[in-house]
Nanobody, 127 residues
């Protein structure tokens, strides 16, 4: 079955940077519709960034110009580069993928639904 495994989380101070990684097995990232979501304590899950098979990306406003979603097709990894981190970015971050063949309507992100989820990696940003 499809497995997504996140890594790269940690604790940083305000203004710091982190790069999250998502390793996929039994799922080819190069042609997939994928995204990063996050969930802060006591809050609902929210979309952060999405990427389609063509490499187009979409970000929610609060992370635009600070976060970058990308992928390494050869390694079959998805990444989230996070810069200028703020305390409000503190959350568990999840990698998600849409089943192959399902249309990736990136314009609807973050309302787009995803079929596969990782276990998450924790990001803590202190002031």
């Amino acid at each position: 079955q499809v497995q997504l495994v996140e890594s790269g989380g940690g604790s940083v101070q305000t203004g710091g940077s982190l790069r999250l990684s998502c390793a996929a097995s039994k799922y080819t990232i190069s042609g997939g519709c994928m995204a990063w979501f996050r969930q802060a304590p006591g809050k609902g899950r929210e979309g952060v960034a999405g990427i389609d098979a063509e490499g187009n990306s979409r970000y929610v406003e609060i992370v635009k110009d600070r976060f970058t979603i990308s992928r390494d097709n050869a390694k079959n990894f998805l990444y989230l580069e996070m810069n200028n981190l703020k305390p409000e970015d503190t959350a568990m971050y999840y990698c998600a993928a849409r089943r192959w063949g399902r249309f990736c309507a990136l314009s609807t992100f973050p309302r787009l639904d995803f079929d596969y989820w990782g276990q998450g990696t924790q990001v803590n940003v202190s002031s």
